[in-house]
């Protein structure tokens, strides 16, 4: 994992630039995660003006996976952008949306969770070759098949119906 690693502190003003390039193994770094077919690049930015201390993580890249429509092959371009603010503290605390929290005295910090959430957030909930950006269109025939040999499922994202449950108990 430390070769995730992008200095945060101790640098001079101005932006700082960190590219990793990103393909499958990056998710075996994460354990009980979902594998994905992905090929692209995490550039890391930190940019320092006078006393703040800014972190952008930008991903983009080519995911394979299969069309929700068409059940063929299909490779959709994806790409996220997110800045952080970073800030130090005194005692050790959780990142939230908007900032990550170093401690007094850290340099580093290990990027590959954050390069993690960008990917996994830029996926589309529907891959289909209607989409924007995508060449190949939908197989007619595998389409036809599809139609003949299933009944109509509602399927919903299980991103969604955990969102929903943790909605419910509130
Ligand atoms: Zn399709």
Not at 18 to 44: D, H, P, R, S, W
Not at 55 to 66: A, E, S
Not at 87 to 97: A, H, L
Request: with cysteine; charged share 25%; aromatic share 10%.
């Amino acid at each position: 994992m430390s070769c995730y690693r992008v200095r945060v502190s101790g640098l001079k003003d101005g932006a700082h630039i960190n590219t990793f390039e990103i393909n499958n193994q990056f998710f075996e770094l994460f354990v009980n995660n979902e594998a994905f077919n992905f090929t692209g690049k995490a550039e890391v930015t930190v940019v320092v003006k006078s006393f703040n201390t800014e972190i952008k993580i930008k991903t983009l890249g080519i995911l394979n996976t299969k069309c929700d429509i068409c059940a063929s092959k299909i490779e959709a371009p994806i790409s996220n952008s997110h800045t952080f603010l970073i800030k130090e503290s005194p005692s050790p605390q959780p990142s939230t949306d908007e900032i990550i929290y170093i401690n007094k005295g850290q340099f580093f910090i290990n990027s590959s969770q954050y390069i993690y959430e960008s990917i996994v957030l830029s996926i589309p909930t529907n891959i289909n070759h209607n989409m924007k950006g995508i060449k190949d269109k939908c197989d007619k025939e595998m389409i036809q098949l599809i139609n003949k040999y299933s009944k109509p499922v509602i399927t919903t994202d299980p991103r969604w119906d955990k969102l929903k449950k943790i909605k419910d108990i509130k």
